[in-house]
Structure formats: structure tokens, C-alpha cells
């Protein structure tokens, strides 16, 4: 079946740790996107990407890196230069056409610090 | 950024009671999406409007595009409990991958 995979589920990161939460996507979308939810916020732009090798940074891109080496895949680091990571990281695609279209989401990677 | 007031921020019903739920902005927008996540999981699409003044069902979710292109609602009848969880709007105005905002969301309890 066609989706996003997000992994792991629950991730713990240590203090001054890098940590990789992984997306890929088999839906064969252009565009790729992590958001980040803490609870009562809604969904705040991390980063996006359009295409392969290029990415743009969202509305809190401090303290985070992504790539986009492959069309299907687009990892998140959360490096430890992100003071509160503690949050619910999720992952969408979508197609690029002349109008929005809509962005499918993984199912979201729980990060706690230890 | 952008924002999207979306309202209210939770709703407390009884079973079968119907729900109306809406976003508005100070900005005009040219699509208009709701989705509803559950917890633990990721949001998933249940309706998208493309059209000011378009209204679009599915099954029991009614939503509409606001004629002025700042607003849109999403209805619910007969609520049952699994339309428990938390309701997002989300506009863009097309074209490119960062257009998508998203509201706090609506998160909408049934009581017994």
C-alpha cells in the first residue's frame, strides 16, 4: 500500500545528543514536509522540500537539519542545539501541482528527553 | 506568520448531537483542507475545497469554502464516538510546497 513511513514511533534523546527521526514515502510526491506539534499549538513548519537536493526552512527551523537525497526519503535531525525538542514530530507529501494540494501525514515520532 | 483562528478550541457533546466547527483569517485563501487526528497518530485528510462558495460532503462531514475566501466550517451530524479526536483546518493559496497553515485545531469530546 502507498504511504508514509515514519520510525522509529518513541525516540529518546540524551542531553548534547543528535538525533535522526527517519520519513519515507512511497506515494511518489514531489514536496515532503516536518512539522512539529506540542500540545495545544497545532502544527508549526519545520521544513520543506520541493525537490530532490534542495530544502527551505520553515517557521522554527533553529536547532534542526534535514536532506533530501532521494525523492522518497527526507530525515530530520534534531541536534542538540534544540534546547525543548520534547515533541510530537510529524512527517507529510504532497503533490505539486498549481494548487494546493493536500498533505498526507505519517503517523508521528514521540521525542523525550532523558 | 500566517494565522487561522479556528473555533472553538474544544467541544464537549453528547452522542448524536450534531457539531459545527469553523476557521476564519484576516487573509484570503484559495484552498481550504480539514483533517482530523487521533491520538497518537498523524492527521488524515476528510475533505478539501478548491472553489469560494463550494460546499462538499462526505458521509457525515459537510464542509464549505467561505464565499469571501477567509473562512470555512466543518460540520458533523448524528456525532458518534469515534468522531472523538481533534479536528485541523489548514488553508493555502496555491502553488507552492510551504503554502499550507494550519489552525490550533478544535479537539472534540463525546460525552456518554
Known amino acids: 500500500d502507498g504511504g508514509i513511513t515514519q520510525s522509529p514511533k518513541y525516540l529518546f534523546r540524551k542531553e548534547g545528543q543528535n538525533v535522526t527521526l527517519s520519513c519515507e514515502q512511497n506515494?511518489?510526491?514531489?514536496?515532503m514536509y516536518w512539522y512539529r506539534q506540542d500540545p495545544g499549538q497545532g502544527l508549526r513548519l519545520i521544513y520543506y522540500?520541493?525537490?530532490?537536493?534542495?530544502?527551505q526552512k520553515g517557521d522554527i527551523a533553529e536547532g534542526y537539519s534535514v536532506s533530501r537525497e532521494k525523492k522518497e526519503s527526507f530525515p530530520l535531525t534534531v541536534t542538540s542545539a534544540q534546547k525543548n525538542p520534547t515533541a510530537f514530530y510529524l512527517c507529510?507529501?504532497?503533490?505539486?501541482?498549481?494548487?494546493?494540494?493536500?498533505?498526507?501525514f505519517g503517523d508521528g515520532t514521540r521525542l523525550s528527553i532523558l | 506568520g500566517q494565522q487561522l483562528n479556528q473555533s472553538p478550541q474544544s467541544m464537549f457533546i453528547q452522542e448524536g448531537e450534531d457539531v459545527s466547527m469553523n476557521c476564519t483569517s484576516s487573509?484570503?485563501?484559495?484552498?481550504w483542507l480539514w483533517y482530523k487526528q487521533d491520538p497518537g497518530e498523524g492527521p488524515v485528510l476528510l475533505i478539501a475545497?478548491?472553489?469560494?462558495?463550494e460546499l462538499t460532503s462526505n458521509g457525515r462531514l459537510t464542509a464549505q469554502f467561505g464565499i469571501t475566501r477567509k473562512d470555512s466550517f466543518l460540520n458533523i451530524s448524528a456525532s458518534i464516538p469515534s468522531d472523538v479526536g481533534i479536528y485541523f483546518c489548514?488553508?493555502?493559496?496555491?502553488?507552492?510546497?510551504?503554502?499550507?497553515?494550519f489552525g490550533k485545531g478544535t479537539h472534540l469530546i463525546i460525552q456518554p
Open positions: 507529510a507529501s504532497s503533490l505539486l501541482t498549481g494548487r494546493n494540494q493536500p498533505q498526507h
Open positions: 506515494l511518489n510526491h514531489d514536496a
Open positions: 522540500s520541493q525537490i530532490v537536493n534542495d530544502f
Open positions: 487573509s484570503i485563501f484559495n484552498t
Open positions: 475545497l478548491y472553489k469560494a462558495g
Open positions: 489548514a488553508a493555502g493559496r496555491g502553488g507552492g510546497a510551504d503554502g499550507l497553515t
